[in-house]
T-cell receptor, first 114, second 113 residues
């Protein structure tokens, strides 16, 4: 089935050690989003790619970066994870901005920082 | 920034009971969405609402888009144990990154068999 796949499902990293989360999609969607969801909170958008165009949210810390080498893959890089970065990271895709029906979330990667 | 006020925060009900939750905003939005998130999973779209006053059903779920375009509610009839999860309302944010979603804080639903 076409879907959005996030790897790994669970990631433990050391304080300050760079970590990369990955997202792949078989939907051929133009747009890929990264959301951060802290415990008992709503998902919050970090940034998104429209094709190769990167769009950063104004309040996303510089510690968070992203790469999209091709249509199918998108990575979230956390350069120096702090304890406050422990969260569920959700990848989502849509065929175009504004397409809510086609908006598909992955299962998320739960990041623990020790 | 823009915020959605979702209530209640949590509900603990008996199987078979009906459930109602709602979401309000101080701003007008043209699209309201309801998602369900199971533990350890990503949100899944339940219902999308595009027109003020619109009432839409999806099985035992019914959602309405408020006439003022500042609120929405979700009803679940005859709840069952698999209804357990967190329900989020969401709107599309046209003011910021076009197409991204703003979520409410969620309603955590627990169903006692």
């Amino acid at each position: 089935d076409a879907m959005v796949i996030q790897n790994p499902r669970y990631q433990v990293t050391q304080f300050g050690k760079p970590v990369t989360l990955s997202c792949s999609q078989t939907l051929n969607h133009n747009v890929m989003y990264w959301y951060q969801q802290k415990s008992s909170q709503a998902p919050k958008l970090l940034f998104h790619y429209y094709d190769k165009d990167f769009n950063n949210e104004a309040d996303t810390p510089d510690n968070f970066q992203s790469r999209r080498p091709n249509t199918s893959f998108c990575f979230l890089d956390i350069r120096s994870p702090g304890l406050g970065d422990a969260a569920m990271y959700l990848c989502a895709t849509s065929s175009r901005t504004g397409d809510v029906n086609g908006y598909t979330f992955g299962s998320g990667t739960r990041l623990t920082v020790v | 920034g823009q915020q959605l006020n979702q209530s209640p925060q949590s509900m603990f009900i008996q199987e078979g009971e009906d459930v109602s939750m709602n979401c309000t905003s101080s701003s007008i939005f043209n699209t309201w969405l309801w998602y369900k998130q199971d533990p350890g999973e990503g949100p899944v779209l339940l219902i999308a609402l595009y027109k003020a006053g619109e009432l839409t059903s999806n099985g035992r779920l019914t959602a309405q888009f408020g006439i003022t375009r500042k609120d929405s509610f979700l009803n679940i009839s005859a709840s069952i144990p698999s209804d357990v999860g967190i329900y989020f309302c969401a709107v599309q944010n046209y003011g910021g990154s076009q197409g991204n979603l703003i979520f409410g804080k969620g309603t955590k639903l627990s169903v006692k068999p």
